[in-house]
């Protein structure tokens, strides 16, 4: 079973940026992280960006298209999203899964995702 491990997130200010980083550790390869997701408070958790590795195609929500980059190194066994021009909207802890899909889950489906990690927080003030 891989155990995947967020780190990057933060608080800044609107219009700043981060990197999030999914470090994937026990079994890799194919089992190892493919998306993003976020859950921001009250709201449902959404998947907001998608890697396929296959061809290293790339999928986004429409709200962080164009701002938010995914990509992957598979030398280290990680997943990156380089959040660009944040708003307070993206204010949200961020997991990274095994498993992508674009939009909202629901709780009890977690689990068709494969593996998550623990979270991490970000947080954009206007």
């Known amino acids: 079973e891989v155990q995947l491990v967020e780190s990057g997130g933060g608080s800044v200010q609107a219009g700043g940026s981060l990197k999030l980083s999914c470090v994937a550790s026990?079994?890799?390869?194919?089992?190892?992280?493919t998306g993003w997701f976020r859950q921001a408070p009250g709201k449902e958790r959404e998947g907001i960006a998608c890697?396929?590795?296959?061809?290293?195609?790339?999928y986004y929500r429409d709200t962080v298209r164009g701002r938010f980059i995914i990509s992957r190194d598979d030398a280290k066994n990680t997943l990156y999203l380089q959040l660009n021009s944040l708003k307070p909207e993206d204010t949200a802890v961020y997991y990274c899964?095994?498993?992508?899909?674009?939009?909202?889950?629901?709780?009890?489906?977690?689990?068709?995702?494969?593996?998550w990690g623990q979270g991490t927080q970000v947080t954009v003030s206007s």
């Open positions: 890697f396929k590795i296959e061809d290293g195609t790339t």
């Open positions: 026990g079994s890799t390869g194919a089992d190892s992280a």
């Open positions: 899964a095994s498993e992508c899909v674009l939009g909202r889950i629901v709780p009890g489906t977690y689990g068709l995702f494969g593996s």
